[in-house]
């Protein structure tokens, strides 16, 4: 029988806003991998677990673990991520964290639990310095390449490995933090939705059915540097013009095909407003929730693409950064979901997730997962404007709790 004593979901939402003091400034979070900021922000969590009956380890892909012992070898993972975008939300990946050491807090207090539980916050999830996201989990889950991954840059030119270092992470350990699965039985995560559907909806919370696939990739058109006074328009080889026709045109190839696509980043060369563009980098982002609608998407991108680059008279190079296929998440699990967001709110609902989670890469690990979104005002996330009822999130904390009950005690009778 469920007994609810003991959580105190406004706590959460207490040391949200005292992580939110701490780690943020006027423009929003500034909790970004391997900075010094984020350092600070995982000292905090630590210290939130100080008093509780916990074991806390970071392993060799920098994913900070904090254990709770029970009675059984058997784990239930709860995760999360305290590392956000630049000029971030107070609550993005952090909710997932700061709401699981209260479930810790509840159900070490009724003592010793049926299975172990182990709370974790995963390296680097948003990718948001070096454009590879879930670092640290897809480490774990066995999806990380450190040859594919060392050199990639930040725009001041530090590369990943340099950076992982400077926090004690050596990148060709990283494939070692695998054995942390070794008992794990099922994974729960918290996440704000950074959607308008349950809003939409007037539903604070819903069961995430899975998460999108992605095709994330760096496309570079090559033309020819020419002075913007005297180069006639007919004769120009200008590299910006082709990647904007792409732009555009990935918008339709999203819509025929039920997806999202973005180019998020451009950067040109020579960068003078005197200049045609020679060299044109753009980044782009393809996703959706069924593997063949995202293979149709990217390869009718990369058709556009040489369609638009033999226009403009310049060259065309992909280079693949990353990518994901769609996950879909364990219907027992999500069962459970349901349930404990009935039995919160009396109503409930499930939907996909377009953006990433650290949940998708332990679910390609073979472990039984499920997350729950709680609403997000006005669709908003990777903002400072990012922000959710805090009656919303007291109920997010409660149906974390009840679903890792009835986790538990799923996992102690298989």
């Known amino acids: 029988m469920y007994n609810a004593q003991g959580l105190d979901p406004q706590r959460t939402i207490r040391d949200l806003k005292e992580l939110r003091a701490l780690t943020a400034d006027e423009n929003g979070a500034q909790r970004v991998a391997f900075t010094d900021t984020w350092i600070a922000a995982r000292k905090f969590m630590r210290d939130k677990l100080a008093d ?4 806390v ?34 609550l993005d990946g952090c909710l997932n964290l700061l709401a699981g050491v209260e479930v810790l807090r509840h159900i070490a207090s ?27 989990s897809s480490a774990v889950s066995g999806h990380m390449n450190p040859d594919d991954t060392r050199n990639l840059q930040d ?20 494939p070692d933090a695998r054995a942390q699965l070794k008992n794990a039985k099922a994974y729960l995560e918290l996440h704000i939705e950074q959607g308008p559907v349950l809003e939409s909806m007037n539903l604070p919370l819903g069961t995430v059915l899975g998460t999108f696939g992605v095709e994330r990739h760096a496309i570079r058109f090559v033309g020819q540097a020419a002075h913007a006074g005297s180069t006639p328009m007919r004769m120009r080889r200008d590299a910006l013009a082709a990647a904007a026709k792409l732009e555009l045109e990935i918008r339709e190839i999203a819509k025929r095909h039920g997806g999202v696509c973005t180019i998020g980043r451009v950067e040109t060369k020579p960068g003078i407003v005197t200049s045609v563009v ?8 393809q996703r959706h929730l069924d593997a063949d609608g995202l293979a149709a998407m990217l390869a009718e991108a990369k058709a556009a693409s040489e369609t638009f680059a033999r226009e403009e008279n310049v060259s065309v190079a992909w280079t693949r950064i990353w990518r994901i296929e769609p996950i879909l998440f364990n219907e027992d699990l999500r069962k459970m979901a349901d349930a404990a967001i009935q039995e919160v709110t009396g109503a409930g609902h499930r939907l996909p997730s377009g953006p990433l989670h650290d949940a998708a890469e332990v679910a390609r690990a073979g472990v039984p997962t499920v997350m729950l979104f709680v609403q997000s005002l006005r669709g908003l996330s990777h903002t400072n404007l990012e922000d959710t009822k805090e009656e919303h999130i007291a109920m997010s904390v409660e149906a974390l709790d009840r679903l890792a009950f009835k986790a538990m005690e799923w996992i102690a009778k298989s």
């Open 52 to 55: 509780l009956p916990i074991e």
């Open 57 to 90: 380890e970071v392993d060799e892909a920098g994913n900070q673990w904090a254990t709770l012992p029970g009675k059984s070898d058997a784990a239930l993972l709860i995760g999360g991520h305290i590392d956000s975008v630049p000029n971030g939300g107070w």
């Open 110 to 136: 009724q003592g010793t639990p049926p299975v172990t539980l182990r709370l974790v916050d995963w390296a680097d999830e948003e990718g948001a310095r070096f454009g590879r996201s879930l670092f640290g």
């Open 155 to 174: 725009k001041d030119g530090i590369r990943l490995q340099d950076a992982l270092a400077r926090v004690g992470i050596n990148i060709d350990r990283a």
């Open 278 to 285: 020679e060299t044109c980098d753009c980044w782009l982002d």
